[in-house]
Structure formats: structure tokens, C-alpha cells
């Protein structure tokens, strides 16, 4: 198990921004790759941004890219969501996952390393929520 702990969720108002922490609570995540989703009420879960395990590439939802900004370190064990520019679409519960090892798919291909699909990932947080007011 991987115990994934998420925190820094809360109200804001449009325009505004927040910082998502992510983190491995009793267990290093530095070798995984890590990325966040988010369920709206009466929605799917779905991809905001992930990173790859040593930090160099990223990748976002067309939704959120130029907003928001995905980054960790590995020293403390932890991942970051900066969100800026919060929109009233925003508000969601931000879950937390981690990949243990990527795939040879994901090895082969410098476009597909980072992973961003849910069945990519083995372990998820129990989420944090986010509600931006207009």
C-alpha cells in the first residue's frame, strides 16, 4: 500500500488560487510517477496534470494547461498542484494518485511517459475538496 495524503483544498473566489500538497504518508513516492484528477458532483473523474517519476516532464488537461502548474519533491516526498486563475468550473474533489512502475508503452515513448489515465495509476488519496464561487 501506498498511503497518499492530499491537503490544501478549500474555498476561493474566482480569479484566486490555491496549492494542492500531495503526500506519502510513511512511504517515499520519489521513483512514481504522480498525477491528479478531479470529480465534479454528478461527473466521471477526469485527468487535471501528472508528472513523471524524476520531475522532467509533465503533462495537463487542455482545461487547466497555462493555469495550473504540477511540480514535486522528492526530498519531502510530496507533489504540488499550483492552481491559479481558479474558475467556478474548478470545483471539484482533487484526488491524488501515484504509478508504481510506468509501463514499456510508456518507456518507449518520450509523448507517453507521464501517465494520465486512471487505470494507469495503483493507489489514490481520498481526495481533497476544491469549490471556487463566482
Known amino acids: 500500500q501506498v498511503p497518499l495524503v492530499e491537503s490544501g483544498g478549500g474555498l476561493v473566489q474566482a480569479g484566486g488560487s490555491l496549492r494542492l500538497s500531495c503526500a506519502g504518508s510513511?512511504?517515499?513516492?520519489?521513483?512514481?510517477?504522480m498525477g491528479w484528477f478531479r470529480q465534479a458532483p454528478g461527473k466521471g473523474r477526469e485527468f487535471v496534470a501528472a508528472?513523471?517519476?524524476?520531475?522532467?516532464?509533465?503533462y495537463y488537461a487542455d482545461s487547466v494547461k497555462g493555469r495550473f502548474t504540477i511540480s514535486r519533491d522528492n526530498a519531502k516526498d510530496t507533489v504540488y498542484l499550483q492552481m491559479n486563475n481558479l474558475k467556478p468550473e474548478d470545483t471539484a474533489n482533487y484526488y491524488c494518485?501515484?504509478?508504481?512502475?510506468?509501463?514499456?508503452?510508456?518507456?518507449?515513448?518520450?509523448?507517453?511517459?507521464?501517465?494520465?489515465?486512471?487505470?494507469?495509476?495503483?493507489?489514490w488519496g481520498q481526495g481533497t475538496q476544491v469549490t471556487v464561487s463566482s
Open positions: 508528472i513523471a517519476s524524476t520531475g522532467g516532464s509533465t
Open positions: 494518485a501515484a504509478q508504481l512502475k510506468p509501463s514499456q508503452a510508456q518507456l518507449a515513448s518520450a509523448a507517453q511517459l507521464v501517465p494520465r489515465f486512471q487505470y494507469q495509476f495503483n493507489y
Open positions: 510513511g512511504r517515499t513516492i520519489s521513483t512514481y510517477g
